[in-house]
């Protein structure tokens, strides 16, 4: 609609076309009108569209709007200001939220604000953060399918060997006439028993991994950061072991709480954890350490993950977190992208710095969950600990 001029109270400009512009370009949905004249004075494109039409009197509007009429006498019909009101108004099948605003010479604003709307957002929002959160992990697993295969296979193939081998045993004792020795009774059984424990171990390694890729819907709550590090050490254990990497977790004595969706973060550290896994595949044995340090600052947490690779070059800075730009030769680009952005939700920060040494750290900082909101719970046993 064009904007209307008329009847507006003065503000000390020749035109007040410019207080108007504001308001439309701020695209609220609201309208002005008149308690005494009955007449619509303003209304904005956004106040039309959500009511389905651009009413001139406010008689009209409140046919439109069922329960208007009801919220001007709760408001009263004088000319002096009074405090906002707010009801429940129904324009169709829809529920709106009004705030009524009286102010002086009989000048009212109504504001509307349609709460479906706002929730069906905020559930498309959280819809994508659960598929972003899932694509996450399920390309983590993607780079990780080389030596996940192997670390699988691995005891699958020992305990086949072993059962093989007992098999044949049992097949010469057969054919010797059934009779066997409590040597070889001993022998058969400590075999069965490793291969027992292989497969276990297996299927340990694909219970962690359908976990980690199991699809849910963000929920933030208390969190112990320390403690989800050091789970996300054990989940990472096969890897570090296969890569020879020595990994060092120092965190405080006590719990180190923060409200956040505890899958996410454990997504963030891993991912990072995975990075610097990367970045020390160059270095010879024995000098390939991942150390995680946690710890209070003020009113947030800071987690550092420290490697001791090759860097990054000034080149690689100037696009580490742009999506699609790798400098791994099948990596997709937006690793990184995606852990600032699981930061950022929990309105946080992440960045990285060059170590006096080799290799980076990177940090992530995070609120601090407040001492009345922090859950009862026992401090963590293990507040350091090392793996070669």
């Not at 701020?26 to 009413?55: K, M, N, P």
């Not at 957002?121 to 959160?133: G, V």
Request: one cysteine or more.
């Amino acid at each position: 609609m064009a904007l209307e001029t008329k009847n507006l109270p003065q503000t000390g400009q020749d035109d007040p076309g410019w207080m108007l512009a504001t308001l439309q370009s701020l695209d609220v949905s609201a309208a002005a009108f008149h308690c005494g004249t009955g007449e619509v004075l303003w209304r904005a494109a956004a106040f039309e569209a959500l009511v389905g039409g651009a009413d001139a009197e406010v008689a009209a509007l409140c046919e439109r709007l069922s329960g208007l009429q009801d919220l001007l006498d709760t408001a009263g019909a004088g000319s002096a200001a009074a405090a906002p009101h707010t009801a429940n108004l129904h324009c169709g099948s829809r529920i709106l939220e009004a705030t009524l605003t009286r102010h002086a010479d009989g000048l009212a604003v109504l504001r509307l604000e349609d709460r479906a709307a706002q929730a069906q957002a905020r559930l498309r929002h959280l819809e994508d953060r659960e598929q972003l959160l899932f694509t996450s992990r399920l390309l983590s697993i993607g780079e990780m399918a080389t030596t996940l295969a192997h670390e699988i296979n691995q005891p699958i193939g020992a305990a086949a060997n072993l059962l093989r081998g007992s098999v044949m045993r049992m097949q010469r004792q057969e054919a010797a006439g059934g009779a066997s020795k409590p040597e070889d009774r001993a022998a058969l059984l400590q075999a069965l028993q490793r291969a027992t424990e292989q497969v276990l171990f297996a299927s340990r390694v694909i219970a962690r991994i359908r976990e980690y890729t199991h699809s849910h819907t963000p929920k933030r709550v208390p969190v112990d950061v320390a403690r989800l590090l050091a789970g996300c050490v054990r989940l990472l254990d096969w890897e570090t072991e296969r890569e020879g990497v020595q990994v060092r977790l120092e965190v405080p004595g006590t719990p180190l709480w923060t409200r956040a969706d505890e899958v996410m973060l454990q997504q963030l550290f891993v991912n990072l954890m995975r990075n610097a896994i990367d970045a020390m595949r160059g270095n010879p044995a024995g000098q390939r350490q991942l150390t995680l340090l946690a710890r209070a600052d003020g009113p947030q947490l800071e987690v550092t993950v420290r490697d001791t690779g090759s860097g990054i070059s000034a080149q690689a800075e100037e696009t580490l977190f742009v999506p699609f730009v790798s400098s791994k030769p099948t990596g997709t680009g937006i690793g990184l992208n995606i852990c600032r952005s699981f930061v950022e939700l929990h309105q946080g920060r992440l960045w990285f710095t060059r170590n006096d040494g080799p290799g980076i750290s990177f940090h992530a900082a995070l609120p601090l969950l407040p001492a009345g909101e922090v859950p009862g719970a026992a401090a963590i046993p293990s507040r350091s600990m090392s793996t070669p």
